[in-house]
C-alpha cells in the first residue's frame, strides 16, 4: 500500500487542521492505521490508531480529547481532526499502515509509511 498524507501548514495556537492520508491498494480496509509525528530533534511517536473495522480508537495522551481520528474505508482515506492546537504539536506528521490483528501504538509495529506533512503551530 501507498500512502500520501495532505493538509499540513502554519497555524496558530489554538487553531485547527484536518489531515488526510490517501491510500493505494486494495488492502486498505484490512489494515489498523495510524497517524504518528516527529519533532525536530526527537524520536517518532505515536499519535493515534484506529482499528480497521473503525470502531476501536487509541489516543496519545498529550492529544487525548483535542484530536480525532476517523477513516472512510469507501475512499481509502484516513483523516486527523486536530483541534486546541498547541506549539508542542509542531512536528512532520505521518501515516501508517498497521497490518497487524489489533491497533497498536508501538511505532515499531508499523509497516507502511507514507511520506510526511508538516505541521506547524505558532504561539
Known amino acids: 500500500v501507498q500512502l500520501q498524507a495532505s493538509g499540513g501548514g502554519l497555524v496558530q495556537a489554538g487553531g485547527s487542521l484536518r489531515l488526510s492520508c490517501a491510500a493505494s491498494g486494495r488492502l486498505f480496509s484490512n489494515y489498523n492505521m495510524g497517524w504518528l509525528r516527529q519533532a525536530p530533534g526527537k524520536v517518532r511517536e505515536f499519535v493515534a490508531v484506529?482499528?480497521?473495522?473503525?470502531?476501536?480508537?487509541y489516543y496519545a495522551d498529550a492529544v487525548q480529547g483535542r484530536f480525532t481520528i476517523s477513516r472512510d474505508n469507501a475512499k481509502s482515506t484516513v483523516y486527523l481532526q486536530m483541534n486546541s492546537l498547541k506549539p508542542e504539536d509542531t512536528a512532520v506528521y505521518y501515516c501508517?499502515?498497521?497490518?497487524?490483528?489489533?491497533?497498536?501504538?508501538?511505532?515499531?509495529?508499523?509497516?507502511?509509511w507514507g511520506l510526511g506533512t508538516q505541521v506547524t503551530v505558532s504561539s
Open positions: 501508517a499502515a498497521d497490518t497487524g490483528h489489533t491497533p497498536s501504538r508501538r511505532v515499531d509495529d508499523y509497516d507502511y
Open positions: 484506529i482499528s480497521w473495522t473503525g470502531t476501536t480508537t
